[in-house]
């Protein structure tokens, strides 16, 4: 297996406008998300997601200028949450409608996430696809969703992100 490829790494410097928040909003929802650099350097995603006016979810992505990733197999993110379930996803493409997604449990602890390209399914503004799962040819986009149907303060730090 090849070594990391990294594809974000945050630090005191991370440049915070190259992340784009994505509230339900764009619906009529009343969810707030923020996207900041802590003390520590580390990426934090997190606000409160509202229900309200058909609301529920926020997100975080980040567009990458489209690159070969066929070499690799998996992502490798380096997080550490608040015990809520997310999702992290990916695009292959900048004009592609539908993400490819996996839903994970963070944990109050540091932790690093192996998500393999083959477990990543396609969606579409939450319903899942009837298409084959990510095929891991090139990554134009990554992001970060909470959707978990309840009310709820959030909070995600992330180090990095990587492929492997």
């Not at 509202?50 to 200028?65: A, I, M, P, Q």
């Amino acid at each position: 297996m090849s070594e990391l490829k990294s594809v974000f790494e945050f630090n005191k410097k991370s440049n915070i406008k190259q992340w784009h928040i994505v509230n339900d909003d764009v619906m009529g929802g009343l969810s707030m998300g923020l996207m900041q650099i802590n003390i520590q350097g580390n990426g934090v995603f997190s606000g409160h997601v509202s229900l309200d006016n058909n609301g529920g979810f926020c997100l975080v992505r980040h567009d990458v200028e489209r690159i070969p990733v066929d070499k690799y197999s998996f992502f490798v993110l380096r997080i550490k949450g608040d015990g809520k379930k997310y999702a992290f996803r990916c695009k292959s493409g900048e004009h592609q409608r539908h993400t490819y997604s996996f839903d994970f449990k963070s944990s109050k602890e540091w932790q690093t996430i192996e998500i393999s390209f083959a477990e990543m399914e396609a969606v579409f503004r939450g319903e899942e696809l009837k298409l084959p799962n990510y095929h891991g040819d090139y990554l134009a986009q990554i992001a970060f969703i909470i959707k978990n149907g309840v009310e709820e303060d959030f909070k995600l730090e992330i180090d990095s992100i990587a492929l492997k």
